[in-house]
Nanobody, 123 residues
């Protein structure tokens, strides 16, 4: 059983910052890639950022220059530093992990998901 636990969401004013964390655990589980997605009310879940432990990360154009993904491989932990937040960043943010190699950009690239953490940005 693989578990992903997110933390760090909350309410922040526009222009502010938040840092999300996600830890993956499970017997014999070793992730090779982890990522963040978000889902706003009435919208599809969309890709935010991803990292692979062999090297490399990427993010969506909508968050480039504002959000940074990082992590600790040995801890199966990934972070999302969100700066210059905008009201349109308001969403439930989901962490995802998978044990296949390569970087994952779509929902289908991830087998394991967290419960989500709410991020609300007020104007």
């Amino acid at each position: 059983q693989v578990q992903l636990v997110e933390s760090g969401g909350g309410l922040v004013q526009a222009g502010g910052s938040l840092r999300l964390s996600c830890a993956a655990s499970g017997r014999s589980f070793r992730s090779y890639r982890m990522g963040w997605f978000r889902q706003a009310p009435g919208k599809e879940r969309e890709f935010v950022a991803a990292i692979r432990w062999s090297g490399g990360s990427t993010s969506a154009d909508s968050v480039k220059g504002r959000f940074t993904i990082s992590g600790e491989n040995v801890k199966n932990t990934v972070y999302l530093q969100m700066n210059s937040l905008k009201p349109e960043d308001t969403a439930v943010y989901y962490c995802a992990a998978d044990d296949k190699v390569g970087i994952g950009l779509t929902r289908r690239d991830y087998a394991y998901w967290g419960q989500g953490t709410q991020v609300t940005v007020s104007s």
